[in-house]
């Protein structure tokens, strides 16, 4: 019986050793540290990132922020503690640096250097948890991930945009395309699209690109006293409009040459006019489908659930807690709970991939709001 129970005891502290290894706090092999920008600019506030990863058995203590000097190797001095348990933040004064605590939080700390002893500087991240193996044993955890930063000196270049849009003419019910890329600026610098001065889209942190497009819309143009749409980029860092460009487009308001034929299961059906309930009148048994996109967000920061794609107001309904622009919708929710509420409302997953560490599905439904009189719907 005594073997027996020592044989346990070896059997629970091997799982509890294993779990150790495998289920510790992370950080991914690249960009475990980011700052605005690659660099850290003298004289200037920068936004530092510590990117970890944690389970679900973890329990952050404390994340220790540190720097050093090639000068002083081994030496490191804090600069900043957020203390996750109290919510306390801890700054050391030094002639060397300046931290902004408001700024700074759980994940993230604003640092200024003020002076240039050395053309880089070690920063790192060290975090400290407490683990549950499962088996009433707390283990206390310490990961550290340091990486070199360059410093320099001089006034920071503003971003520059480019800003492209396809068409300067439209008609209701055209999609509006555009493109908006960052050509400089830090990683703090988000891309927004408005139109008519209302935000439609906005970029996530660390893109550079943003492009997507809009139906146009009756009141889009009685907006406007001129008859036209104004669509503008603007690059914003730490609440700040550094860059923007901006299009005008006028209304087509060209007569319309009807070429429509009777529909035959050859003819070819344009997608720009799925939203449009005239194109809709006669589709004979092809099918009709609408797509979406779904992304999970739970190893991102915001812990967003983002939906790309246009879906019907009554289904939008059952989400909760639901942010929509464009046809952009963000959720707290998790991306399982999204899944099983559009699933129960008609959407089937067709399809899954990776983006950027999001896992995302794309997700089919019949498109049948345009065709409840029809006795077969596709």
């Not at 395309?177 to 699209?193: A, K, P, W």
Request: hydrophobic letters at 30%; aromatic letters at 8%; a neutral charge.
């Amino acid at each position: 019986m005594k073997q027996r129970r020592n044989r346990l005891t070896l059997l629970i502290i091997a799982i509890s050793s294993s779990l150790s290894v495998t289920e510790a706090v992370k950080f991914p092999f690249q960009n475990g540290i980011q700052v605005d920008g690659g660099q850290l600019r003298v004289g200037e506030s920068s936004l530092l990132t510590c990117n970890f990863i944690k389970w679900k058995q973890e329990t952050i203590s404390k994340v220790i922020w540190s720097l050093g000097y090639t000068q002083k190797p081994g030496v490191n001095t804090n600069f900043f503690v957020s203390n996750f348990e109290t919510g306390e933040k801890e700054v050391p004064t030094s002639s060397y640096f300046s931290v902004d605590p408001s700024s700074s939080g759980e994940k993230e700390v604003s640092l200024m250097l003020n002076d240039n002893r050395e053309d880089r500087v070690n920063i790192c991240c060290k975090v400290v948890a407490v683990r549950d193996s499962g088996y009433g044993m707390l283990k206390r955890d310490e990961r550290e991930k340091c990486v070199p930063f360059p410093v320099v000196t001089g006034s920071r270049i503003d971003p520059q945009i480019n800003f492209y849009v396809q068409r300067s003419q439209l008609r209701v019910g055209d999609p509006l395309h555009y493109e908006c890329q960052l050509e400089e600026g830090g990683d703090t610098t988000q891309l927004v699209i408005f139109m008519n001065g209302n935000e439609i889209d906005r970029s996530r942190r660390y893109e550079r690109n943003i492009r997507s497009n809009i139906t146009v819309q009756e009141h889009h143009f009685r907006q406007s006293t001129s008859g036209s749409l104004t669509i503008e980029c603007s690059a914003v860092m730490n609440g700040r409009v550094v860059a923007k460009e901006e299009y005008k487009v006028n209304r087509d308001n060209t007569p319309v040459q009807s070429t429509r034929r009777p529909f035959t299961n050859q003819q070819p059906r344009k997608a720009r006019f799925y939203a449009d309930p005239q194109f809709h009148g006669n589709h004979g048994k092809i099918p009709c489908h609408s797509y979406i996109l779904v992304e999970d967000g739970s190893l991102t920061q915001d812990k967003k659930t983002i939906i790309t794609g246009s879906i019907p107001s009554n289904i939008l309904e059952y989400i909760p807690n639901v942010r929509t622009i464009g046809n952009r919708h963000e959720s707290a929710e998790e991306a399982i709970q999204i899944l099983n509420v559009l699933g129960y409302n008609g959407y089937r997953v067709v399809g899954m991939g990776n983006n950027l560490n999001r896992l995302t599905w794309t997700l089919e439904r019949e498109y049948f709001e345009f065709h409840q009189n029809d006795d077969i719907h596709h």
